[in-house]
Structure formats: C-alpha cells, structure tokens
C-alpha cells in the first residue's frame, strides 16, 4: 500500500561533485530507485560534473559500483541498471576556472526543468552559481540544491546566501536537511493536522514535555577534521534537530504550502528562549571496549570539540509557555535510534485504587530505525487479578503496517530530489529560516567557547554523560531509553 509513483517532468540534473562520496552513496543509488519505480521520464537526463578526468563510460563505470555498493537489493536488476546507466553523462569541470563549461552548455537543454545540484563544497557555491550564469547554461527558472553545512555561524550562513541572492531568486534554492525527506517526519506533519484526536491535547495544557533524541552509534569516521571543527551542536542540532522541534512545535499553516510551513516553522525558532548554560550538556566520547575515544579519533589530543550535547529549550509562546523541550544528539552512543517522544501529563485524578504506578500517554515517533510511530496507553492487565493498570503500544511500524518492505519506504534523498524537479520547496530550508537558527544557536556557541568548557566524558556505547541524566532528573523526568 505503497503511495501511486506520479512522474515527475523531464529532466536534466547535474551534480556538481558528482564523483563524490554523496553522489555515490545517496545521490545516484536513490535517483536508480525512482528510475525502476517509473518516476524518471524518458528523455531525462543526469550529468555528473566533477574535477576529474574520466569520460561518460568511464562516470557510468563508476556509478555502476556505487550502486552495486550502495543500491540495495533493486542493485541486482541488471536490465534495469544498464537502461539508467544510459541517462548518465560526465563533464569534467573546474568549478573555478574556465574547463568543461562550453561541454556542459552543449549538453544541458533549456526546454526541459533544470536542477543543479551542490554537492561539493560551499566554499564552490559562488563559483558555480557566477560560471553557471556566465555560460548562459543556468536560467530564471533553473533549480538549485545546496547541502548542508549552510555556514558554520550567522556570518558565513549570510554570506553563503547573499552570494546565492546573487545569481538565483529564492524561489530556486533548495536547501536540504535530508531529516525533513524522512517518512516519519512528513507523518508527524499528517498525524497532527489530518486528525481530529492530536491537535486539542498539542499544548500545555495536556504536554508535559518533549523529548528528541538522534543517536548514533557511529565515531566521527573518515570526517575527523571537519567534525572537530564543527561538533554536535553546528552538525545535527543547528540544523536536524532544530527542524525537527519546528515541525513538533509549530502552528498549523493555513496550507501544506512551501512558504505557509516555512513561515510557521520560522515563527517556531524566534520564539525559542536563550538557553542558560547551566541547562546544555556537552559530551565527547571516550575510548571503549571497541574503538578509541573522540580526541585520538580526530587527531587533536587537546581538543575541546563536543561529540554529544543535550539541552533543555523553551518555546515563548502561548500554546508551549512552561513545557521543556529535551533534546540530545551524540555519537557512539549504545544504539542507532531517533524518535521524538511527546509525554502527556499526568491524570489530574484516577478513580483506580490500585492505580500505583504512574501511567501516562507517551506518542513516540521513530525516525530510525523501524521508522513508524506508537502511541502508549493505559490499559487493563488481562486476567482475574483484579483492576489494575499496564501501559501497553498502539504500535505502527509503517513497514508492517503499511505492507512495504524495508526498500518501499522511500529514502529521503530520493524523495527531495523528486521534490527539486516538481517545484515543491515545502521540505526544504528557507534562507531566513537557516538565518534564523544561526542566530539562536551562535550565542550559545560563543560563550562556550569564551569560557573555554571542557565536555564531559562519556562512554563510548552508553548514553552520553551523567550530567546529561541530571538534566532531567532535577526537573522530576527522566530520558527514555535509547533503544536500536
Ligand atoms: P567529496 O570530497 O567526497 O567530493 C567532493 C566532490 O567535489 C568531488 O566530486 C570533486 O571532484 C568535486 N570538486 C572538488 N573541487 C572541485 C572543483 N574545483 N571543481 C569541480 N569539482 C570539484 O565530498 P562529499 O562527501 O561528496 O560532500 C559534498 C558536499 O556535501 C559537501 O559540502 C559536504 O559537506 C556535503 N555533505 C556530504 C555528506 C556525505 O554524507 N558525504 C552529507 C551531508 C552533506
């Protein structure tokens, strides 16, 4: 009971870095998907544009294993890959100098809808967006897509956009956050505005708290250099997590529109109350049973780089006044999971003397893994033991539930790129938006940085720091558990 597949218009997409680790590992394995499912019209086209030197064979040569690598099961369909091997071209470009371009003009078309894709380094944005125009190749209704990091703090994200100003209206930009391609994350948007039951009890009146939590199991990897001069807070909470708690906190839009969401979600980060330091947690893993710790991983024994943070956040507002948002991201952490988790107050009063426990209606929507949602509610123990109280699962895992198996459930990626070549900017950032959760999160960042904290350690395969537990114990709660 997978959604029809509608085709999307022809195409022609070039990715910029197209030899890349990101075209290789989610670009162009999720482009092959849409094209088996039917979504790829005939006649499109993808150009891989990257430094370099290799023909189109030899870029189709190169696909063909990143697919085999990274394509999951819909790899093995041989017949199918070659047919999308053959919509494939390769340019090699020099984003800052004048090689390639006359090639990529003579082979992009001006009648079809046109998407670029960034996937290289901001510091080539410019660049690309002045060469794009000066070659005649780009037009007034060419689409952009950027990846994140979009800026490191308020200053670069403004000068990253003013350069794109320059060149393309904002009407053409699309910024991925990939979290928001996530199925889940667009049926947190259907759960609370296609139902009548969630919306009345959204408030603080019925919401004790929130909670989101993205924890990864994974060490900072082959990015250690770029990780440790970024951290927790500028990688996954400036962006994903901010994201997430827009979608969780905002009002309704009067449309499912690109600028009637992207207006309420803004209106959701302005309102966000400056955070005292004695409410954020920073975290850096140390070395466990099976790895080293953060500091030998990125190479910088003195470094002071968090690999983990929590926080507690406030929303000044009417519909949120007093309820705490938790958030947490970290890596090495025990398991791969993220959910968000909207705990309902307590009964006022329970008429069930044998009632003991707390019992209390938690909805938790699960990112990852087993992407799905369950809504925890009390319910009798079955049996003769007289009445008393169990809390049990209304339980959707949208895999099961909706009879997909694990590759039906679109990645995100593939989802937005489909969503580039439709026009449909709902899922993507908006310029202010980016602005405006720099704006927040610098301040924070600056004063810690300027009293030089020092993270608190923490296991590598638990759930972050002990402080990180303290900073709900004080408020009477307690963090769900972390579970893959
Ligand atoms: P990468 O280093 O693997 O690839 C960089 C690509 O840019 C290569 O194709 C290279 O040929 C091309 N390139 C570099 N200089 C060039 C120039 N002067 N002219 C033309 N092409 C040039 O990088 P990546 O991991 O694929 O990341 C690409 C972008 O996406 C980066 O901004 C990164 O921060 C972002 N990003 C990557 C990931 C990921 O999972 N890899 C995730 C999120 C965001």
């Not at 060149?167 to 910024?175: A, G, K, L, V």
């Not at 928001?180 to 959204?202: D, H, I």
Request: a negative charge; charged letters at 25%; glycine letters at 8%.
């Amino acid at each position: 009971m997978v959604s029809r597949v509608i085709p999307v218009d022809t195409f022609d997409l070039v990715i910029f870095g197209g030899t890349g680790d990101l075209a290789r590992r989610k670009i162009l394995p999720g482009l092959f998907r849409r094209f088996l499912s039917g979504q790829m019209p005939e006649g499109s086209r993808i150009i891989g544009a990257a430094r370099s030197e290799m023909d189109s064979d030899g870029y189709r040569e190169m696909i063909a294993d990143a697919v085999a690598e990274f394509g999951g099961e819909e790899s093995k369909d041989k017949k199918g890959l070659q047919a999308f091997l053959a919509c494939l071209d390769y340019v090699a470009i020099d984003a800052k100098g004048e090689g390639g371009w006359a090639e990529l003009a003579a082979l992009v078309r001006h009648d079809v809808v046109q998407a670029f894709y960034f996937s290289v380094a901001p510091s080539l944005f410019g660049d690309l967006a002045e060469r794009l125009h000066s070659n005649k190749i780009a037009t007034s209704d060419s689409r952009i897509v950027v990846e994140k990091p979009f800026g490191r703090d308020l200053e670069s994200a403004r000068a990253l956009n003013a350069t794109l100003a320059a060149h393309f209206d904002e009407s053409q930009i699309y910024r991925i956050d990939h979290y928001l391609g996530k199925e889940t994350v667009q049926n947190l948007m259907a759960v609370r505005f296609g139902n009548v039951l969630f919306e009345p009890l959204w408030n603080n009146h019925y919401v004790d708290h929130i909670q989101i939590t993205v924890a990864e199991t994974v060490g900072v990897g082959g990015r250690g250099a770029y990780y440790d001069k970024s951290g927790a807070m500028r990688d996954m909470v400036q962006n994903h997590l901010m994201q997430l708690l827009c979608l969780i906190a905002m009002e309704p839009p009067s449309q499912f529109g690109a600028d009637s969401v992207r207006d309420e979600k803004l209106k959701v980060i302005r309102a966000l109350q400056p955070i005292d330091h004695h409410h954020i947690v920073r975290g850096q893993y140390d070395a466990g049973r099976d790895g080293q710790g953060y500091r030998a991983d990125v190479e910088n024994p003195r470094s002071f780089t968090e690999s983990f943070i929590a926080m507690r956040c406030h929303i000044a507002n009417w519909r949120w006044a007093g309820v705490p948002f938790y958030l947490r991201t970290g890596k090495r952490m025990k398991a791969r999971s993220s959910e968000i988790a909207v705990v309902f107050k307590d009964l006022g009063h329970s008429i069930f003397e044998e009632d003991e426990a707390r019992h209390r209606n938690i909805l938790s929507i699960r990112l990852q893994p087993n992407e799905g949602m369950d809504l925890q509610v009390t319910i009798k123990e079955p049996g003769p033991g007289g009445m008393r109280l169990i809390d049990v699962p209304l339980d959707m895992t949208f895999a099961e539930a909706l009879g997909a198996d694990d590759h039906e459930v679109t990645d995100a990626y593939e989802r937005l790129i489909m969503d580039v070549i439709r026009g449909n900017q709902t899922l993507f950032m908006r310029g202010d938006e980016v602005e405006a959760a720099w704006a927040w999160t610098d301040p924070l960042i600056n004063a810690w940085e300027a009293r030089n904290d020092v993270p608190k350690l923490y296991d590598a395969g638990s759930a972050g720091p002990e402080d990180a537990m303290m900073l709900l114990h004080r408020d009477g709660r307690r963090w769900r558990e972390i579970k893959g």
